[in-house]
């Protein structure tokens, strides 16, 4: 299985929003994980289209939302009020891969 291309990530303020891509995805099941420099990489969510349900970790609180394009193979990861402790490179990988791939870039500015 390749590594499937994230994008959309960038700078913004604190209290912004950005939506990021995850292309190429065509299994069920996704998870995302973000790292911050000099730290491990950490959970973000699991996206399991079947059951029509997200996991998330207790930091979203509410914040983050995922949505998926079925006819693109596109799973969509939405952020809003984003703080300055998310900044951190962003990874999405299918269920049963070992890779992770090259990740996007989100900082946020205080």
């Known amino acids: 299985q390749a590594p499937l291309v994230e994008s959309g990530g960038g700078l913004v303020q604190a209290g912004g929003s950005l939506r990021l891509s995850c292309a190429d995805s065509s299994t069920d099941v996704m998870d995302w994980a973000r790292q911050a420099p000099g730290k491990g990489r950490e959970f973000v969510a699991r996206f399991n289209a079947t059951e029509g349900m997200t996991y998330w970790a207790e930091f979203v609180k509410g914040r983050f939302t995922i949505s998926r394009d079925s006819a693109k193979n596109i799973v969509y990861l939405d952020m809003n009020n984003l703080k300055p402790e998310d900044t951190a490179v962003y990874y999405c990988?299918?269920?049963?891969?070992?890779?992770w791939g090259q990740g996007a870039q989100v900082t946020v500015s205080s």
């Open positions: 990988k299918p269920l049963g891969s070992t890779d």
